[in-house]
């Protein structure tokens, strides 16, 4: 009974090449009232996109300003640009109800165990190592050698396995999309989620 | 990671008039796989059953000594003959990884909850209390007294709401059934319920 009339943070891991974003689109699709926390980045603007729709655009300087004063539920840098969640907005929505979906890797999986502890951490994993292999070749851009490391990177992040709530393999899309469907659907009816239900039928 | 290796122990529970047993019966033809446990009782056998098969038939006075030495995980008395499930049967079911369903009332879950702390518990609520008088009165058997009493006991019932883990309310059958579905899914799922993936894949 510890998250009465909190929304539900689902936070989606996976090692590389498991298939994970392909899932969390589906489920996005599946259930349109997830809402999006909009994050912050140091990379520019494209065209089109708006300051606090798609992004918060914040200079490095900012940014890292904002990193050290814990204001990021997590934080990433990829190819030179930093990306951050901002814990405040996360805590908005899940405050008043609503639900949140992170598609995430697994460093920022972790980071969001400490500052989210009350998300439930789904991780997808491979069927098999060698599918896996098959998977990262079928890709088709990567030379051998980088394979083979992507390959160790997936089995050092395969190790953090335990630290998540629930497992799915990701065998068969329509089973594993069913699995993780069910997981959302199942932690909405948690009982400490529904404070109107435990009002209107329990406490009368 | 608590359960590894462990099969899962479903107990299902609802106050008087929620629609349980239809859940609970939907629930097992979907899902073959779950095992049974035979339960003892003190009645007699019925045309047909066989000993060990149905039941385990058992006088009344053999049954009261294994009550005392705490053999059964729940037992019951209704109309005047003792159910009992004896916990060894469901271990033995659990550890060799079977699932089990327990369609049982609020005080058997009580019960349970003590004896298969490792279980979980599923609570079918009504969409309201009216509805829950409605169903009271189309059952059609009861005089209105009679009504006014179970529904006394189906608010005191309830009020065991927050033991559970989750909470399905039973408004409309295909939704709640859904629900029911996913929360045994998800369970399944659980990070700690499979050992065989995890030696396979993470502990390599």
Redesign the interface.
Known sequence: ?SDFSQGLALVISAPSGAGKSTLVHRLLQAFPEFSFSVSCTTREPRPGEQEGREYHFLSRQRFQELMEQGYFAEWAEVHGNLYGTPLESVEAILGRGGHIVFDIDVQGARQLRSSLSSGVFV?I??P??EELENRLHGRGSDPGGDIANRLEVA?QE??E??R??????NDYLDWAF??L???Y???T???GR?QE??E???A?
Chains 1, 2 share one sequence.
């Not at 998540?164 to 393999?169: A, C, N, Q």
């Open positions: 009974m991780f994993l491979p098999s190592l089995r395969m190790r396995a335990p998540f709530d629930y497992w799915i393999v069913d699995n469907r069910c997981v659907k199942a932690e009816c948690r009982s529904n239900l435990y209107q039928l329990v009368v």
